[in-house]
């Protein structure tokens, strides 16, 4: 066969209708495609990840809470790294089941607790020294995705769902020179997310920005909205690829 003759396509264009995700959304084991697991952690929860990691080389928490646990990397890399309690919260039992029993398989169970819970609810009359979250603020009501729920990721229209509910209630939950690290999309305005902390006496600051793939069933779940004002801004398209640009964020007082 010829080196120039084209190659056979494994995956259909984006415009036929059996195409849903492309290649990297589908693990492969040399045989057939795997079922994609639903809290596999994402590109913003390794971002996460790391600024923890650089943070508490210089700035250890003695307490911290993470408002939806997921897969529950996010809180055993706090209390592996030095934190002495640790609290983890997330309306999903499946999440607080794994969390669990990730924290137990790295000997950590014993410094932490995990409850299923609705955001602060589970914190009523408790601070900490750190809170984190890794929310569920895509700009989206329901994204049509085979392998997770529809509501998987989503927080509204705007994104702000779950977002702004844990910037109001933080503030009451953060110990003195306490501080809350989160991810923020940069396409669900941060200047609304400036206003609303300092509403609380918070000041954001942002210590990291990365870019991360939107899949094409995420992308069409967007708001001509929020396409127009962040197109070419914040999100990016690359052919037949989108990039969506994201903060970590620093909220303190």
Not at 17 to 25: G, I, N
Not at 167 to 191: E, W, Y
Not at 212 to 230: D, E, G, Q, V, W
Request: with cysteine; proline share 6%; charged share 20%.
């Amino acid at each position: 066969k010829s080196c120039t003759s084209r190659p056979k396509r494994l995956w259909p264009r984006c415009n036929e209708s059996r195409w849903h995700f492309p290649f990297w959304r589908v693990p492969w084991d040399g045989h057939r495609p795997m079922p994609i697991d639903p809290f596999e952690p994402s590109e913003h929860t390794a971002a996460l990840l790391m600024y923890l990691r650089q943070r508490f080389r210089t700035t250890p928490a003695d307490s911290v809470v993470e408002i939806g646990v997921g897969s529950g990397v996010v809180l055993a890399t706090l209390l592996a790294a030095g934190a002495a309690c640790g609290m983890g919260v997330d309306v999903d039992p499946e999440a607080v089941r794994r969390t669990l029993s990730l924290l137990d398989r790295e000997a950590l169970a014993d410094r932490a607790e995990v409850v299923q819970g609705s955001m602060w609810s589970a914190c009523r009359g408790r601070r900490f020294d750190l809170a984190v979250a890794n929310l569920p603020h895509f700009p989206a009501t329901s994204i049509e995705d085979a392998h997770r729920p529809s509501t998987w990721s989503c927080g509204g229209a705007d994104g702000r769902r779950w977002l702004d509910e844990f910037l109001v209630g933080v503030v009451q939950h953060l110990r003195p020179g306490g501080a809350a690290i989160i991810t923020h999309n940069v396409f669900v305005d941060v200047d609304r997310t400036r206003d609303l902390a300092a509403q609380h006496g918070l000041v954001v600051e942002v210590v990291h920005t990365a870019s991360a793939p939107i899949s094409p069933a995420k992308f069409h779940a967007m708001s001509s909205s929020t396409l127009a004002r962040y197109l070419g801004h914040a999100i990016h398209r690359v052919g037949q690829h989108a990039f969506g640009d994201f903060h970590i964020l620093d909220i303190h007082a």
